[in-house]
């Protein structure tokens, strides 16, 4: 069994974090992992993505044509993306900004306004976070408190306060 | 819970030198490596060690020079146009037998190219990293383990042959994070460094470090003892992962991270019932002539996968030596061929084979 995923949006919405907080967990639960992320002259405000595989099996092509599950944080990576993700794939969408809707009907699309709820509930720059929750409960990928204890356990002391903002987060966007 | 370590390909090669005992480091910034140093100068002073942002990729490699003449284990890293920089101070450290490990995290050229990846550097690393009779040690990781792995073995291969060795990694490998377990890094007997200038006490001879021989005969000589240990290398150093290439018409032939990419195609390809296999040279230097050449006994044809316009070709030609056709396929200024082209690619041997 192999997932591929592809988080996309704007540098600073945490893209690469989300990514890497996927492939940890799934090498702590004993899982080949990659996570390659694209990488240029960007930094807060150009493109961002970063495609993880999770695999049984040994990973060959660290690169992602085809996502079994796309994460799209905004507008530019959704017209990019959203073709790409394979048939009975799922796509997760940052409804807060972006304003379209797809009309495939070949795969299963989810449109969460992460980055107004972020704001909302005063955890702003969280919505990656508020995004990992929903992906939980859509996939089942991992158990929900065993997720929060890798998520957590990449926290370090020095930024204690980031705790509970992350578990308000991942919540959040489980419960949506 | 595994003891794994989820790394960049960059940074496990930095810990993996450290790992192995090298505590210097010399390097000039240039994406898509910098990490390497940026990890380096956190970690080697905590070990005592030293890592120095030097003011050019050409001072850098001859620090370099310099602390692998005192005998220590030394790295340097850079990426394609500071690796041609470089070349010069190169040429000196294998024209004074000096072990060292230079990292190359390829990207697009010529000149300042792109930031990409690519694999376009396989002429200069195994034919002409620098003037002379020479050559180095050129390995070629396919993941992040094996960029800490290869690192590992570089640095005892480099010592046991004194010479240089290079990692020949890409951008891809370089800025991709896998798990890593350094615990299974296999090591060998490393020989003493009675010839390292180092400091005698007036308690033996002083050994000299040098690349100049004024006399052309004594110079011959030199050469001629240095291309022996050269034969070693290639009759017992040359080694390659064979994947599935037993009853393979189609044998592909790719290092790297685009051996992955081929993999992803081969294992798409069989699913359709076309018999091809993988030869990934994990040495380019020594080449894996011979396991080449015995598998082309049997296969029909031959493809050469690479990020250039096609460069380790030659070298599979060469060990095919006509037996097979050899065909390539291949993307260039940082663009990453993906498994469908390879499949296509495939493919298409695959009709004209049955044709």
Not at chain 2, 271 to 279: H, P, Q, S
Not at chain 2, 299 to 305: M, N, Q
Request: proline letters at 5%; glycine letters at 8%.
């Amino acid at each position: 069994m192999t997932t591929s995923i592809l988080f996309s949006g704007f540098g600073g919405q945490g893209i690469l974090f989300s990514g890497k907080a996927m492939a940890k967990s799934a090498m702590y639960e004993g899982k080949q992992v990659s996570w390659l992320p694209s990488y240029g002259p960007e930094m807060r405000g150009g493109a961002a993505n970063c495609s993880v595989i999770i695999s049984d099996e040994e990973i060959g092509a660290p690169i992602i044509s085809n996502p079994d599950v796309l994460v799209a944080m905004n507008l530019p990576s959704y017209d990019k993306f959203e073709p790409t993700v394979k048939a009975d794939g799922l796509m997760i969408v940052d409804s807060s900004l972006v304003n379209k809707k797809s009309e495939r009907d070949d795969i299963k699309v989810c449109y969460i306004p992460a980055t107004a709820l972020a704001s909302e509930n005063g955890i702003d720059g969280m919505a990656n976070v508020i995004v990992l929750g929903q992906i939980l409960k859509l996939t089942g990928m991992f158990d929900y408190d065993t997720f929060l204890s890798y998520l957590l356990k990449g926290i370090p002391e020095s930024k204690a306060a980031l705790i509970e903002k992350n578990k308000k987060a991942l919540k959040l966007g489980y419960d949506f | 819970m595994s003891n794994k370590v989820l790394m960049k390909g960059t940074e496990a090669i930095a810990q993996a030198a450290i790992e192995c005992g090298c505590k210097y480091y010399f390097g000039y910034p240039i994406t898509p490596q910098t990490e390497l140093s940026e990890y380096m100068a956190k970690k080697l002073p905590k070990v005592g060690g030293l890592c120095l942002q030097a003011e050019s990729e050409v001072a850098a490699i001859n620090m370099t020079l310099g602390a692998a003449a005192a005998g220590t284990r030394v790295i340097t890293s850079s990426s394609s146009p500071g690796i041609s920089l470089k070349s010069e101070g190169i040429s000196y450290m294998a024209g004074c037998d000096l072990p060292c490990v230079i990292v190359n995290v390829q990207r697009g050229g010529p000149g300042l190219g792109g930031i990409q990846p690519s694999q376009q550097d396989y002429y200069q690393a195994t034919r002409g990293v620098g003037h002379g009779d020479l050559r180095l040690l050129v390995l070629a990781p396919s993941s992040v383990q094996e960029m800490a792995q290869l690192t590992v073995e570089a640095f005892d291969m480099a010592d046991i042959y004194r010479m240089p060795a290079m990692i020949l990694a890409d951008g891809a490998l370089g800025q991709m994070m896998e798990p890593v377990d350094f615990d299974s890094i296999p090591r060998r007997d490393i020989p003493e460094k009675p010839w390292a200038a180092c400091g005698h006490n007036n308690e033996r001879k002083k050994n000299i470090v040098n690349s100049l021989y004024i006399d052309p005969q004594v110079l011959e000589n030199v050469v001629d003892e240095r291309y022996k240990r050269y034969d070693v290398i290639e009759e017992t150093e040359a080694r390659c992962e064979e994947y599935l290439c037993e009853d393979a018409d189609i044998v592909l032939v790719s290092f790297g991270i685009t051996a992955r990419i081929c993999k992803t195609a081969i294992k798409a390809a069989r699913e359709e019932g076309i018999k091809v296999g993988l030869i990934r040279p994990i040495t380019l230097w020594p080449f894996p002539k011979k396991n080449i050449a015995a598998i082309a006994e049997n296969a029909k044809v031959f493809l050469s996968v690479e990020m250039s316009k096609g460069q380790m070709i030659d070298d599979v030609r060469l060990a095919v030596n006509g037996k097979a056709p050899v065909h390539f396929y291949g993307r260039t200024g940082g663009m990453i061929p993906t498994p469908e082209a390879v499949l296509e690619n495939i493919k298409k041997l695959a009709e004209e084979i049955n044709a």
